[in-house]
């Protein structure tokens, strides 16, 4: 069954050259990727969050459960943020963070640092086919797909021997070109998900992100 629930997405805006601490050569600071602290909605965001307490976000409260997540398409680090709070409000596990092009991981680590979580999570650089293949991540409780639509289905494959009973899937703009297979497999009666689907409105428009838990 699908659920047609909206959720309006946080608008981020660009801080004051004052607040913007994080500086990586090469990485200019824009609209949604500028320093952490200021970012309303981020963890650490005075605006969203005066007591200083990581605010849940809407994919990361499975994460406060789980050991272990791996996120694909981590870019300028602010899911990351999101789900590696969760980690530490649970006490234990940590993130493992992929992201294709370096530059984008540089500011995604100082925006990490700033939050002050950056022992938190393994940002790695490369394809991330390739990445976690290299170093497998074991006992996975949630995986976050935000990058190349294409690689949805290999990926999920690839991590699926070391899912946790219950683990939760998280995709976003599954209606995009090359995340057919994806959808499909993931709502074959056969393969052993629940699927649902949560409706995310931004730019001024509504965009598909599906949920997935596996029941095996």
């Given amino acids: 069954m699908v659920s047609r629930t909206a959720w309006r997405s946080t608008s981020y805006v660009r801080p004051s050259p004052a607040s913007a601490r994080c500086t990586v050569r090469g990485a200019q600071p824009s609209s949604r990727a500028a320093s952490c602290k200021g970012l309303p909605g981020s963890p650490y965001s005075s605006a969203s969050n005066p007591a200083g307490t990581p605010p849940p976000c809407a994919s990361c409260q499975a994460c406060a459960m789980s050991p272990r997540s791996a996120l694909a398409g981590g870019r300028y680090g602010i899911s990351t943020i999101h789900l590696a709070a969760a980690v530490r409000r649970r006490g234990e596990g940590r993130v493992i963070s992929t992201e294709l092009v370096a530059r984008k991981a540089a ?9 002050q979580l950056a022992d938190l999570v393994d940002v790695r650089v490369g394809d991330a086919l390739a990445t976690l293949a290299a170093d497998p991540p074991r006992r996975m409780g949630m995986v976050l797909l935000d990058g190349a639509k294409r690689q949805y289905l290999p990926l ?17 703009n599954t209606a995009m070109a090359g995340a057919a297979d994806f959808v499909e497999y993931l709502q074959g009666s056969a393969n052993g998900y629940a699927t649902s689907t949560l409706y995310i409105r931004a730019l001024d428009d509504y965009h598909p992100l599906l949920l997935a838990t596996l029941l095996r």
Wanted: aromatic letters at 0%.
């Fill in 156 to 172: 999920l494959r690839q991590l699926e021997p070391d899912l946790l009973p219950g683990a939760l899937i998280v995709a976003d």
């Fill in 107 to 115: 500011r995604a680590r100082c925006h990490l640092a700033d939050a």
